[in-house]
């Protein structure tokens, strides 16, 4: 089992850059793809980022290409999602996740561990 706690978000104005955790417990998150996901109000979750379990691998959304970063530190048992440039349509409760299996997947149901989600609000 795995227990996935993120932190890191809050209110910052467009343009500003905020650093999300996700902190892993119960078991290692070295050999896990990881990946991170966002809900605004009213909408769908939706695929951000993936990194693939050796770190290797990226992939990221159409819409924060360029713009957000994750990495990941085992020694830590710690995801990142750095984001930058954010703007208003960012806004969202963004969501760690971590799949059992070792293909990235740009596909929420294909996770089996998710986090409680943490508020990013982007003002203009």
């Known amino acids: 089992q795995v227990q996935l706690v993120e932190s890191g978000g809050g209110l910052v104005q467009a343009g500003g850059s905020l650093r999300l955790s996700c902190a892993a417990s119960?078991?290692?998150?070295?050999?896990?793809?990881m990946g991170w996901f966002r809900q605004a109000p009213g909408k769908e979750r939706e695929f951000v980022a993936a990194?693939?379990?050796?770190?290797?691998?990226?992939y990221y959304a159409d819409s924060v290409k360029g713009r957000f970063t994750i990495s990941r530190d085992n020694a830590k048992n710690t995801v990142y999602l750095q984001m930058n440039s954010l703007k208003p349509e960012d806004t969202a409760v963004y969501y760690c996740?971590?799949?059992?299996?070792?293909?990235?997947?740009?596909?929420?149901?294909?996770?089996?561990?998710w986090g409680q989600g943490t508020q990013v609000t982007v003002s203009s």
């Open positions: 990194l693939s379990w050796s770190g290797a691998s990226t």
């Open positions: 996740a971590a799949r059992k299996s070792m293909g990235s997947s740009q596909f929420a149901y294909e996770y089996d561990y």
């Open positions: 119960g078991r290692t998150l070295s050999n896990r793809v």
